[in-house]
């Protein structure tokens, strides 16, 4: 277990949707990260977000979005889902940044668009 | 933009040690060695990361060559649980320092 975890687990949605993606850090960690595993693109970054505040923006398409609340959980927004954003998503934290440490991964929520 | 070039696939036997290379040859002064593994589709898991020197811990060792253009992972006794796919990774500490994974090798290790 690392600490880091996310709901749902799985999400059944049809094209068009919006769903919403939840992450709760370690506790004390700092920074988020949002990552998308699709079985033909791998494991991409999306974006970061520390203490509140967008850090580093990866492949992060338009109709995503992402914010950090202040108890620094940290929510995914997916709009006018389609087909291809089927994947898994995997939120990770660490304590800081800018430092040596580790990520650590929650366990992803998978979404599938019909 | 891949900074990193991995074997797509190795394999190993049950007890013996797995040694997967890593070529990163465009790496800066300020960039560390990461590595990480996901077995089937469970989140990553941290291994090791080193700058300079090499690097043990209780999971793995990391062996960096003097010029840090490549670098070794090596898991002295793969068991049958170590198969999986192995990311190594290079991060930057200033500017963005945000993890990017390439696509790793997939490493089976076999009874």
Known sequence: DSGVTQTPKHLITATGQRVTLRCSPRSGDLSVYWYQQSLDQGLQFLIQYYNGEERAKGNILERFSAQQFPDLHSELNLSSLELGDSALYFCASSVDWGQVGELFFGEGSRLTVL | ?111
């Open chain 2, 1 to 111: 933009d891949a900074k990193t070039t991995q074997p797509p696939s190795m394999d190993c036997a049950e007890g013996r040690a797995a040694n997967l290379p890593c070529n990163h040859s465009t790496i800066s002064g300020n960039e560390y060695v990461y590595w990480y593994r996901q077995i089937h589709s469970q989140g990553p898991q941290y291994i090791i990361h080193g700058l300079k020197n090499n690097e043990t811990n209780e999971m793995a060792s990391l062996i960096i060559t003097e010029d840090r253009k490549s670098s070794t992972l090596i898991l002295p006794h793969a068991t049958l649980r170590d198969t999986a796919v192995y990311y190594c990774i290079v991060r930057s500490l200033t500017n963005n320092n945000d993890m990017r994974f390439g696509a790793g090798t997939r490493l089976t290790v076999k009874p």
